[in-house]
């Protein structure tokens, strides 16, 4: 093991934790996010928006466990989201980390939306929140990790780690140090803080917290995870994950190359005098910011696309047509879907006006449904309400292009 001396120590070693950015590029790119996340964020009708923030969550969990090498079927993680675990060991684990992830993004999510206010989402008492929820629901072979010297050791979740570890070719901070590094970042990122009253700074420093986060390797293991995790805490206090609609860990997993080289080239040293003031590179770190303000673009734009009123207006009209071809219920059923999709949720007797049949014709659309997972209901007053839901299985057919296209054509076969 290496004398103390070779890990960071003092908290002026990751500075830049602000990109210095001449060109004025990424505000440009900062407001563009703002603008598209703010476009995004008002297509749907409120209760169809949760519906879908539900339907995606199990996306977000996919991609952010498969960017740590856990590739869990996203018919697996239905499965388990349904209680059904494999009997195979190892796919039963991994679809538990899955489900783990998944409840957590939901309990962010839910304390956002129900007022609870979350001040600082870069204190150190939030992270370890994070870590904590995650890894108590974790399996226990999930629980170790390896130190620098290559000891197995026992995760201690929500605990800061107190061994040494190097992720490829950067040694983290001291371990006896992290308390004063994530004390720096927490009081630096803090969204409340008089330094950060510009929203357009806030949410460049989305991107370099992002990074600095990764950087500090705060935990023994699970640092991805709860770095990814809070990234999307930050975008909801700033109001722009558009309602669980997009997922900063899609973009991320598609470019996974592009992604850890970034990580990996912003945790150099300056290169030379004209590279910032700071001890780390600033060229690199704007190259990151600039990297992970365009993915979050891309991805608002490419599920502005998918959500698309007339596009999913077709899309459900040829999907009703294909699963009443295929028996699996009436051809009325799609104007139900389409109705739904864009009001949210409609009542028994209005489902009767718009397929135009029977009491007893619109039960049995009803129960079929149901019984695809397409469709609950709830009776409210006196009226019985319908209300939308999105199966993963059905998601080549309704959302197409959100998982890669092999799991798709898995997932095609079985309907």
């Given at each position: 093991m290496p004398n103390n001396i070779d890990f960071y120590t003092t908290v002026d070693s990751?500075?830049?934790?602000?990109?210095?950015?001449?060109?004025?590029?990424?505000?440009?790119?900062?407001?563009?996010?703002?603008?598209?996340?703010?476009?995004?964020?008002?297509?749907?009708?409120?209760i169809t928006r949760v519906a879908l923030g539900d339907f995606l969550r199990p996306m977000n969990s996919y991609y952010s466990n498969l960017i740590e090498g856990h590739d869990t079927h996203p018919l697996d993680i239905e499965r388990a989201l349904n209680n059904d675990f494999s009997k195979d060991k190892i796919n039963r684990d991994l679809q538990k980390e899955a489900l783990a992830h998944i409840n957590l993004h939901k309990y962010i999510t839910e304390k956002y939306a129900s007022g609870?206010?979350?001040?600082?989402?870069?204190?150190?008492?939030?992270?370890?929140?994070?870590?904590?929820?995650?890894?108590?629901?974790?399996?226990?072979?999930?629980?170790?990790?390896?130190?620098?010297?290559?000891?197995?050791?026992?995760?201690?979740?929500?605990?800061?780690?107190?061994?040494?570890?190097?992720?490829?070719?950067?040694?983290?901070?001291?371990?006896?140090?992290?308390?004063?590094?994530?004390?720096?970042?927490?009081?630096?990122?803090?969204?409340?803080?008089?330094?950060?009253?510009?929203?357009?700074?806030?949410?460049?420093?989305?991107?370099?917290?992002?990074?600095?986060?990764?950087?500090?390797?705060?935990?023994?293991?699970?640092?991805?995870r709860v770095v990814r995790l809070f990234s999307d805490a930050c975008f909801m206090y700033e109001g722009l994950d558009a309602f669980g609609l997009w997922s900063i860990s899609r973009g991320l997993a598609r470019s996974n190359n592009n992604y850890k080289s970034h990580l990996a080239n912003a945790d150099q040293i300056k290169l030379n005098n004209y590279d910032g003031r700071g001890?780390?590179?600033?060229?690199?770190?704007?190259?990151?910011?600039?990297?992970?303000?365009?993915?979050?673009?891309?991805?608002?734009?490419?599920?502005?696309?998918?959500?698309?009123?007339?596009t999913m207006a077709n899309r459900l009209d040829a999907f009703g047509e294909l699963m009443a071809l295929r028996n699996y219920f009436k051809p009325e059923a799609k104007y139900i879907l389409t109705e739904l999709f864009l009001k949210g949720k409609i009542s028994k007797s209005d489902a009767m006006r718009i397929t135009n049949t029977s009491d007893k014709t619109i039960k049995i659309i009803a129960e079929s449904l149901i019984k695809l997972e397409l469709l609950y209901t709830k009776k409210e007053g006196i009226h019985m309400m319908y209300y939308a839901k999105y199966p993963i299985k059905?998601?080549?057919?309704?959302?197409?292009?959100?998982?890669p296209c092999d799991k798709e054509i898995d997932m095609m076969n079985i309907i």
């Open positions: 990751m500075e830049p934790l602000f990109p210095d950015d001449a060109s004025r590029e990424l505000e440009a790119l900062a407001i563009e996010l703002i603008e598209k996340a703010g476009k995004l964020s008002g297509v749907l009708n409120p609870v206010e979350i001040r600082n989402p870069a204190s150190g008492e939030f992270l370890k929140e994070i870590h904590k929820k995650f890894y108590d629901h974790l399996p226990e072979e999930f629980k170790f990790a390896k130190s620098k010297d290559n000891k197995k050791l026992k995760v201690t979740p929500g605990e800061f780690r107190k061994a040494e570890v190097e992720v490829v070719k950067h040694i983290a901070p001291f371990s006896a140090s992290i308390d004063l590094f994530a004390h720096r970042f927490q009081n630096f990122y803090n969204p409340t803080n008089a330094n950060n009253k510009s929203k357009i700074k806030r949410i460049i420093s989305i991107a370099a917290s992002h990074h600095r986060l990764a950087w500090i390797h705060p935990f023994l293991d699970g640092n991805g001890n780390l590179s600033n060229k690199y770190l704007i190259e990151f910011c600039g990297y992970f303000l365009k993915v979050a673009i891309d991805q608002i734009t490419f599920m502005t696309k998918v959500i698309d009123a007339e059905f998601s080549p057919l309704l959302f197409p292009g959100l998982y």
